[in-house]
């Protein structure tokens, strides 16, 4: 094991972790903003997962997906944060390498994508409300000032590259016995969400017949969403 590899991994956790804490404090804080930024994060996943709606129907993707866009990238991980941060020195000292750097790379891609997300909201507000209704035209508007096609691009890269962290996880001989044997010792010491998030994300991927498929999948159609959000001329999206 190399010990400089894993201070940085350490290290490269405890940073974002703590920065998707502070991001969520922006809007838990906030009764207004917190509101809105469900909505909107509901809005927006509507918007995204039709473009997947063909994976669905392949066997072990539809569970996959829904990984991706929630635990990977979701909304509803507060709590999860939280648990994450204070478990910190723990994490940082008992998890092997090959899991602190996944769980980093997780925090990394978390609070980058509460960043942006959060910024788009923010834009979208009118009078520090939501507007009932959101248009794809208002929503392509709000990116544009809030982001790039060039940050939102290496978030898509992050985040299959988290994909590929999970699935050299899963690829490990007996990870799974592993994982089940650490269920109680994590609770117990306090970091059963991350043991919940890898195991869920080792369950998922190993579902997947063609895991390197699946993830360029992904890419490529988000890839050409942000695409087209960042450069379609705006009056066609009226």
Not at 10 to 34: G, P, Q
Not at 110 to 124: E, G, Q, S, T, W
Not at 161 to 174: F, N
Request: glycine share 6%; with cysteine; hydrophobic share 45%.
């Amino acid at each position: 094991m190399s010990l400089s590899a894993r201070k940085a991994a350490a290290t490269r956790f405890r940073r974002y972790i703590r920065r998707s804490n502070e991001l969520h404090v922006e809007y838990l804080d906030d009764a207004h903003l917190r509101t809105s930024y469900e909505r909107f994060a509901s809005w927006q996943l509507d918007y995204l997962l039709p473009s997947f709606r063909d994976l669905y129907a392949k066997n072990g993707y539809a569970e996959a997906i829904d990984f991706t866009m929630s635990d990977l990238a979701g909304i509803g991980i507060s709590n999860r944060d939280r648990d994450l941060e204070r478990a910190a020195p723990a994490i940082t000292r008992i998890l092997p390498l090959g899991a602190l750097a996944t769980i980093a790379s997780a925090a990394e891609m978390n609070a980058r994508v509460l960043k942006v997300n959060i910024a788009i909201c923010r834009c979208l507000l009118v009078g520090n409300e939501l507007p009932a209704r959101i248009t794809e035209y208002e929503y392509c508007v709000a990116c544009r000032k809030a982001s790039s096609l060039a940050e939102c691009a290496e978030l898509v890269h992050l985040i299959t590259g988290l994909g590929r962290t999970l699935k050299s996880l899963v690829e490990v001989p007996m990870i799974g016995i592993t994982l089940r044997a650490m269920r109680g010792p994590a609770h117990a010491a306090g970091f059963g969400a991350l043991q919940e998030f890898l195991e869920k994300g080792f369950r998922t991927f190993r579902q997947i017949p063609d895991i390197d498929h699946f993830l360029g999948e992904i890419e490529t159609r988000m890839i050409e969403i942000f695409e087209r959000i960042y450069t379609a001329p705006l009056n066609q999206l009226r």
